[in-house]
């Protein structure tokens, strides 16, 4: 399986955000989408997403040498800031996404089984979660989309404000799961991406180009990547 991308742009008034951007991502890789803050790794992921309309190009599927259009379950979103309803439980919330994707969801499990799959300890299964902490509230917006098995999944920084050991819970999970998927990890931490993914893709300029692994062996190189993640944007 393949998710290509073919001359996607995105224009904000006069300043291009992306530029005419093409890339084949594969199934079974981690991706590590690196850019600063501000270079359009979340415009990127809100266009796949379709919560933003581009400004040229496609996007689309690839199964077995053939292309399909992008479903709506493809697609699966993590944000950096997590989006749970906070007037429910996380009982009453995993409940509620479960009946309303009765349908779609493959294999489904007892509650407490997806729980403990997290390591969401049962005397927090019926607090509200406006009371769970941020990295919580992450692992709760990471398990609705374990469960959904989307084709691509999209992260959008989602390990930059959490503790150590709850980062690394994240990152051993990411790694089990990546077999089938498409995984899409944005970041401006190059050690991060380093410890994570499989492909590191770097966003600069509006446009996506590949980082070979043994260049940054090489501290010029390294210093390039460095350079084009501190950097700020004079268009």
């Known amino acids: 399986m393949k998710f290509i991308i073919e001359h996607l742009s995105k224009n904000f008034e006069k300043k291009e955000v992306l530029r005419d951007i093409d890339f084949t991502f594969e199934s079974g890789k981690i ?3 690196l850019g600063r803050n501000g270079a359009g790794k979340t415009t990127l992921f809100n266009c796949l997403n379709r919560d933003m309309k581009t400004d040229g190009g496609r996007f689309y599927m690839e199964d077995g040498g053939l292309p399909r259009e992008v479903a709506a379950e493809d697609i699966g979103y993590v944000l950096s800031t ?6 429910l439980t996380g009982r009453e919330f995993l409940r509620f996404f479960l009946d309303i994707n009765e349908k779609s969801i493959q294999d489904p499990r007892p509650l407490d089984e997806y729980f403990d799959y997290m390591s ?11 009371d769970y902490s941020h990295g919580m509230k992450n ?3 990471m398990l609705i989309n374990i469960i959904a098995r989307p084709s691509v999944l999209l992260l959008d920084e989602p390990l930059t404000s959490l503790d150590v050991v709850v980062a690394e819970e994240m990152k051993q999970l990411l790694r089990s799961l990546k077999n089938g998927r498409i995984t899409i990890f944005s970041t401006h931490i190059m050690d991060l991406a380093l410890d994570l993914c499989d492909e590191i893709v770097l966003l600069n300029h509006g446009v996506l180009e590949v980082v070979d692994r043994a260049d940054l062996d090489s501290s010029e ?8 993640l501190r950097e700020e944007s004079h268009d």
């Open 31 to 33: 991706y590590g989408l």
């Open 82 to 87: 997590p989006t749970v309803p906070e007037f």
């Open 120 to 130: 969401i300890e049962p005397e927090d299964r019926n607090k509200l979660l406006k």
């Open 139 to 141: 692992k709760m917006q």
């Open 221 to 228: 190189f390294k210093d390039k990547i460095i350079a084009a």
